[in-house]
């Protein structure tokens, strides 16, 4: 018995001088074989489109350039829960001083400690 391949499942033999790559019909739920000229991938059986190792390398630079984004937005939301963190306590401080605190100061230094580094406490929230 032969061995099955995906190309054997198709009712037409691959070109040998057309790309290996297989693309979906538009309007069918079947696929054919890519209509451009060999040369680049393993055995340059691919076109520059479906070329494995190339589609590697692009799938591979596009996540680490989701997650380099997905960093910084992790790290502006932390910064701005700590900001708004600071503000609250801010309040509560003043409001506590209005009441008499005993000793101010250091509650004002306590606040202060719990702003992160080069903080600006107008921020704009979004």
């Not at 790290?75 to 600071?86: D, I, L, P």
Request: net charge positive; glycine share 4%.
């Amino acid at each position: 018995m032969a061995e099955w391949t995906l190309s054997s499942f198709h009712k037409e033999r691959d070109d040998p001088s057309r790309c290996a790559g297989r693309v979906m019909d538009r309007y069918w739920w079947e696929s054919s074989q890519c209509s451009r000229k060999r040369g680049h991938g393993p055995e340059q059986a691919y076109c520059k489109q479906h070329d494995p190792v190339a589609i590697k390398a692009k799938r591979k630079a596009q996540r680490e350039k989701w997650e380099a984004e997905w960093a910084a937005k992790e790290a502006a939301a932390a910064r701005k829960n700590a900001v708004q963190a600071a503000k609250d306590a801010a309040l509560a401080a003043c409001k506590a001083i209005v009441d008499g605190h005993n000793d101010p100061r250091s509650l004002a230094a306590g606040v202060l400690a719990m702003l992160p580094d080069n903080s600006n406490m107008e921020q704009k929230d979004d």
